[in-house]
Protein backbone atom coordinates (compact mmCIF):
# COMPACT_ATOMS: atom_id res chain seq x y z
CA UNK A 1 0.00 0.00 0.00
CA UNK A 2 1.10 3.72 -0.23
CA UNK A 3 0.71 6.48 2.27
CA UNK A 4 0.98 9.67 -0.61
CA UNK A 5 1.10 12.99 0.88
CA UNK A 6 0.38 16.52 -0.91
CA UNK A 7 -1.27 20.00 -0.13
CA UNK A 8 -4.53 20.23 -0.63
CA UNK A 9 -4.35 23.75 -2.17
CA UNK A 10 -1.90 26.65 -3.05
CA UNK A 11 -2.64 30.00 -4.43
CA UNK A 12 -0.13 31.86 -6.48
CA UNK A 13 0.42 35.10 -8.96
CA UNK A 14 0.83 35.08 -12.32
CA UNK A 15 4.60 35.10 -13.66
CA UNK A 16 5.64 33.37 -9.93
CA UNK A 17 6.90 30.43 -9.08
CA UNK A 18 5.13 27.28 -7.06
CA UNK A 19 6.96 24.29 -5.30
CA UNK A 20 4.56 21.31 -4.80
CA UNK A 21 5.67 18.56 -2.27
CA UNK A 22 4.63 15.25 -2.31
CA UNK A 23 6.10 12.48 0.32
CA UNK A 24 5.27 9.23 0.07
CA UNK A 25 6.24 5.59 1.65
CA UNK A 26 6.30 2.51 -0.04
CA UNK A 27 7.59 -1.07 0.22
CA UNK A 28 8.94 -1.18 -3.20
CA UNK A 29 9.42 2.39 -5.33
CA UNK A 30 9.62 2.02 -9.24
CA UNK A 31 8.88 5.46 -10.01
CA UNK A 32 6.94 8.72 -9.22
CA UNK A 33 5.13 10.87 -11.87
CA UNK A 34 3.58 14.03 -11.99
CA UNK A 35 -0.29 14.18 -13.85
CA UNK A 36 -2.02 17.67 -14.13
CA UNK A 37 -5.89 17.75 -14.31
CA UNK A 38 -7.91 20.52 -15.27
CA UNK A 39 -11.43 20.54 -13.80
CA UNK A 40 -14.05 18.06 -15.25
CA UNK A 41 -10.76 16.51 -17.96
CA UNK A 42 -8.45 13.80 -17.48
CA UNK A 43 -5.39 13.74 -16.20
CA UNK A 44 -2.75 14.53 -18.50
CA UNK A 45 1.28 13.17 -18.20
CA UNK A 46 4.24 15.95 -16.81
CA UNK A 47 6.44 14.16 -15.92
CA UNK A 48 8.60 11.50 -14.27
CA UNK A 49 11.50 10.05 -12.21
CA UNK A 50 12.76 6.87 -11.24
CA UNK A 51 16.53 8.08 -10.10
CA UNK A 52 17.74 11.06 -7.80
CA UNK A 53 18.04 14.66 -8.92
CA UNK A 54 16.28 16.98 -10.59
CA UNK A 55 14.48 16.29 -14.24
CA UNK A 56 13.56 19.64 -16.01
CA UNK A 57 10.95 20.02 -19.16
CA UNK A 58 10.35 23.60 -20.16
CA UNK A 59 8.67 25.39 -17.52
CA UNK A 60 7.92 22.78 -15.64
CA UNK A 61 10.91 20.63 -13.08
CA UNK A 62 10.40 17.57 -10.98
CA UNK A 63 12.90 16.50 -7.82
CA UNK A 64 13.52 12.69 -6.16
CA UNK A 65 14.81 12.15 -3.33
CA UNK A 66 14.61 8.79 -3.17
CA UNK A 67 15.83 8.22 0.55
CA UNK A 68 13.84 11.01 1.51
CA UNK A 69 10.41 9.59 -0.01
CA UNK A 70 10.17 12.65 -1.52
CA UNK A 71 9.24 14.61 -4.82
CA UNK A 72 8.34 18.30 -5.95
CA UNK A 73 7.05 19.44 -8.91
CA UNK A 74 8.15 23.26 -9.30
CA UNK A 75 6.31 25.37 -12.17
CA UNK A 76 7.84 28.69 -13.34
CA UNK A 77 6.44 31.59 -14.99
CA UNK A 78 3.18 30.46 -13.63
CA UNK A 79 0.27 31.31 -16.19
CA UNK A 80 -3.77 31.09 -15.80
CA UNK A 81 -3.82 28.08 -18.20
CA UNK A 82 -1.55 26.48 -15.39
CA UNK A 83 -4.68 26.54 -12.68
CA UNK A 84 -5.29 23.03 -12.07
CA UNK A 85 -4.63 19.73 -9.91
CA UNK A 86 -1.55 18.51 -9.97
CA UNK A 87 -1.27 14.51 -9.05
CA UNK A 88 1.76 12.78 -7.30
CA UNK A 89 1.79 9.20 -8.10
CA UNK A 90 4.00 6.36 -7.29
CA UNK A 91 4.70 2.92 -9.15
CA UNK A 92 5.66 -0.24 -6.79
CA UNK A 93 7.35 -2.84 -8.13
CA UNK A 94 4.24 -4.67 -9.42
CA UNK A 95 4.33 -1.44 -11.42
CA UNK A 96 0.51 -0.58 -10.17
CA UNK A 97 0.18 3.32 -9.89
CA UNK A 98 -1.01 4.78 -6.87
CA UNK A 99 -1.93 8.55 -7.26
CA UNK A 100 -2.25 10.91 -4.15
CA UNK A 101 -5.36 13.25 -3.63
CA UNK A 102 -3.94 16.17 -5.48
CA UNK A 103 -2.84 19.47 -5.13
CA UNK A 104 -4.86 22.57 -6.31
CA UNK A 105 -3.15 25.16 -7.40
CA UNK A 106 -4.89 28.59 -8.60
CA UNK A 107 -3.10 31.27 -10.65
CA UNK A 108 -4.32 35.01 -9.83
CA UNK A 109 -3.66 37.67 -11.87
CA UNK B 1 -3.03 9.81 -33.01
CA UNK B 2 -6.34 9.25 -31.61
CA UNK B 3 -6.62 9.20 -27.65
CA UNK B 4 -8.47 6.81 -25.58
CA UNK B 5 -12.16 7.21 -26.22
CA UNK B 6 -14.89 6.66 -23.65
CA UNK B 7 -18.52 6.55 -23.62
CA UNK B 8 -20.81 8.01 -22.33
CA UNK B 9 -19.10 11.33 -20.87
CA UNK B 10 -22.05 11.35 -18.09
CA UNK B 11 -24.77 9.22 -16.70
CA UNK B 12 -27.39 9.78 -13.89
CA UNK B 13 -29.03 6.39 -12.65
CA UNK B 14 -31.01 5.97 -9.25
CA UNK B 15 -29.56 3.68 -6.82
CA UNK B 16 -30.20 -0.31 -7.23
CA UNK B 17 -29.74 -0.01 -11.62
CA UNK B 18 -27.20 -0.83 -13.54
CA UNK B 19 -24.58 0.41 -15.56
CA UNK B 20 -22.29 0.07 -18.17
CA UNK B 21 -19.16 2.16 -19.86
CA UNK B 22 -17.15 1.44 -22.58
CA UNK B 23 -13.13 2.20 -22.94
CA UNK B 24 -11.02 2.10 -26.74
CA UNK B 25 -7.67 2.54 -25.64
CA UNK B 26 -4.99 3.98 -28.09
CA UNK B 27 -4.06 1.26 -30.96
CA UNK B 28 -1.41 -1.16 -29.87
CA UNK B 29 -1.63 -0.30 -25.97
CA UNK B 30 -1.85 -3.99 -24.87
CA UNK B 31 -2.44 -2.53 -21.17
CA UNK B 32 -5.77 -0.62 -19.97
CA UNK B 33 -6.58 0.44 -16.78
CA UNK B 34 -9.98 1.52 -15.31
CA UNK B 35 -9.79 4.05 -12.48
CA UNK B 36 -12.62 5.33 -9.94
CA UNK B 37 -12.11 9.51 -9.03
CA UNK B 38 -14.38 10.31 -6.22
CA UNK B 39 -14.53 14.35 -6.28
CA UNK B 40 -11.51 15.74 -4.43
CA UNK B 41 -9.79 12.86 -4.79
CA UNK B 42 -7.47 11.25 -6.91
CA UNK B 43 -7.89 8.47 -9.36
CA UNK B 44 -7.90 4.76 -7.75
CA UNK B 45 -7.57 2.04 -9.66
CA UNK B 46 -10.03 -0.37 -10.14
CA UNK B 47 -8.84 -3.46 -12.23
CA UNK B 48 -5.69 -3.70 -14.88
CA UNK B 49 -5.79 -6.03 -17.99
CA UNK B 50 -2.58 -7.06 -19.63
CA UNK B 51 -4.45 -8.03 -23.53
CA UNK B 52 -7.32 -9.78 -22.49
CA UNK B 53 -6.18 -11.04 -19.19
CA UNK B 54 -6.66 -9.18 -15.44
CA UNK B 55 -3.74 -8.17 -14.01
CA UNK B 56 -4.80 -6.92 -11.11
CA UNK B 57 -8.31 -6.34 -9.65
CA UNK B 58 -7.67 -6.23 -5.99
CA UNK B 59 -9.41 -3.08 -5.45
CA UNK B 60 -12.93 -3.91 -7.76
CA UNK B 61 -15.80 -4.46 -5.90
CA UNK B 62 -16.57 -7.80 -7.55
CA UNK B 63 -20.15 -8.38 -5.66
CA UNK B 64 -21.08 -5.20 -7.99
CA UNK B 65 -18.48 -4.20 -10.32
CA UNK B 66 -17.53 -6.51 -13.62
CA UNK B 67 -15.05 -5.69 -16.06
CA UNK B 68 -14.14 -7.32 -19.39
CA UNK B 69 -11.71 -6.87 -22.37
CA UNK B 70 -12.54 -10.11 -24.56
CA UNK B 71 -10.52 -9.58 -27.92
CA UNK B 72 -7.79 -7.81 -25.86
CA UNK B 73 -8.73 -4.15 -27.44
CA UNK B 74 -11.93 -2.22 -26.19
CA UNK B 75 -13.15 -2.75 -22.86
CA UNK B 76 -16.59 -2.39 -20.88
CA UNK B 77 -16.37 -1.78 -16.47
CA UNK B 78 -20.10 -2.52 -15.27
CA UNK B 79 -21.67 -1.80 -12.00
CA UNK B 80 -24.82 -3.81 -10.92
CA UNK B 81 -26.41 -2.34 -8.84
CA UNK B 82 -25.55 0.90 -8.77
CA UNK B 83 -24.81 2.54 -5.12
CA UNK B 84 -24.84 6.24 -4.22
CA UNK B 85 -21.46 6.14 -3.08
CA UNK B 86 -20.91 5.17 -6.82
CA UNK B 87 -20.98 8.26 -8.00
CA UNK B 88 -17.61 9.09 -9.32
CA UNK B 89 -15.80 9.80 -12.58
CA UNK B 90 -14.32 7.13 -14.07
CA UNK B 91 -11.35 6.98 -16.13
CA UNK B 92 -9.68 4.28 -18.36
CA UNK B 93 -6.71 4.75 -19.11
CA UNK B 94 -4.16 2.11 -21.31
CA UNK B 95 -0.06 2.53 -21.99
CA UNK B 96 2.22 0.39 -24.40
CA UNK B 97 3.49 -1.60 -22.02
CA UNK B 98 2.04 -3.08 -18.47
CA UNK B 99 5.63 -2.57 -17.65
CA UNK B 100 8.30 -0.44 -17.85
CA UNK B 101 6.58 1.96 -19.91
CA UNK B 102 6.47 5.54 -18.30
CA UNK B 103 3.33 6.59 -18.78
CA UNK B 104 -0.23 5.86 -18.85
CA UNK B 105 -2.89 7.93 -21.46
CA UNK B 106 -6.21 9.02 -19.71
CA UNK B 107 -9.65 8.98 -21.57
CA UNK B 108 -12.26 11.77 -20.82
CA UNK B 109 -13.61 9.95 -18.63
CA UNK B 110 -17.33 8.88 -17.65
CA UNK B 111 -19.26 10.76 -14.82
CA UNK B 112 -21.67 8.78 -12.91
CA UNK B 113 -24.29 10.06 -11.08
CA UNK B 114 -26.02 7.50 -8.50
CA UNK B 115 -29.51 9.33 -6.96
Known amino acids: GQNIDQPTEMTATEGAIVQINCTYQ??????LFWYQQHAGEAPTFLSYNVLDGLEEKGRFSSFLSRSKGYSYLLLKELQMKDSASYLCAVREKDYKLSFGAGTTVTVRA | EAGVAQSPRYKIIEKRQSVAFWCNPI?????LYWYQQILGQGPKLLIQ????????DSQLPKDRFSAERLKGVDSTLKIQPAKLEDSAVYLC????FGTGGHEQYFGPGTRLTVT
Open chain 2, 93 to 96: ASSL
Open chain 2, 27 to 31: SGHAT
Open chain 2, 49 to 56: FQNNGVVD
Open chain 1, 26 to 31: TSGFNG
